[in-house]
């Protein structure tokens, strides 16, 4: 099993839906979860963190944690064009000596279409 | 301006030649971070540091060695040993006392001639 799994892509939307993205972690004790985006050729980009169960919402976007079900999501409101690129998760590690760690999941590819 | 520079944006590489990936940051980040991206994948951990003259190997490290003698920089050599060098390869910073948020570099793109 993969230690940090995300929905099997590409994921194709119309403009102005919700994109609704999708990670799986196997590490019961990771604390800390992080959305980044990715235009192609490009490097990474914070979209968000989230610490605690719940949503935390910064303008169009939503993460979602789930600890228990050890699931972490990001919702994209009124998606454009510009949000077409793709999207990584990153969960940190249990704490010691993998503290400052990321594991980052394979990507799922976003298409937004007029 | 803060962030992190990496240099070249291209580089290419012959048999058997070492080349060294530059990664500077001017955000007085303590931990530093070498990653390669293959095509269709995630990122994958080469090596990283939380403090100057002192760093660990990530989960891909053969083939690659890095050094960390000033807090700004941290260079990357791939050494003739890696045999499948092409690659993006992306740098990241990180205020690890603070946070473990990382920080990227714009990548440089290893090719082999």
């Known amino acids: 099993q993969k230690e940090v799994e995300q929905n099997s892509g590409p994921l194709s939307v119309p403009e102005g839906a919700i994109a609704s993205l999708n990670c799986t972690y196997s590490?019961?004790?990771?604390?800390?979860f992080f959305w980044y985006r990715q235009y192609s050729g490009k490097s990474p980009e914070l979209i968000m963190f989230i610490y605690s169960n719940g949503d935390k919402e910064d303008g169009r976007f939503t993460a979602q944690l789930n600890k228990a079900s050890q699931y972490v999501s990001l919702l994209i409101r009124d998606s454009q064009p510009s949000d077409s690129a793709t999207y990584l998760c990153a969960v940190n590690g249990a704490g010691g000596t993998s503290y400052g760690k990321l594991t980052f999941g394979q990507g799922t590819i976003l298409t937004v279409h007029p | 301006d803060g962030g992190i520079t990496q240099s070249p944006k291209y580089l290419f590489r012959k048999e058997g030649q070492n080349v060294t990936l530059s990664c500077e940051q001017n955000l007085n980040h303590d931990a530093m971070y070498w990653y390669r991206q293959d095509p269709g994948q995630g990122l994958r951990l080469i090596y990283y540091s939380q403090i100057v003259n002192d760093f660990q190997k990530g989960d891909i490290a053969e083939g690659y060695s890095v050094s960390r003698e000033k807090k700004e920089s941290f260079p990357l050599t791939v050494t003739s040993a890696q045999k499948n060098p092409t690659a993006f390869y992306l740098c990241a910073s990180a205020p690890i006392l603070v946070s473990e948020t990382q920080y990227f570099g714009p990548g440089t793109r290893l090719l082999v001639l």
């Open positions: 590490d019961r004790g990771s604390q800390s």
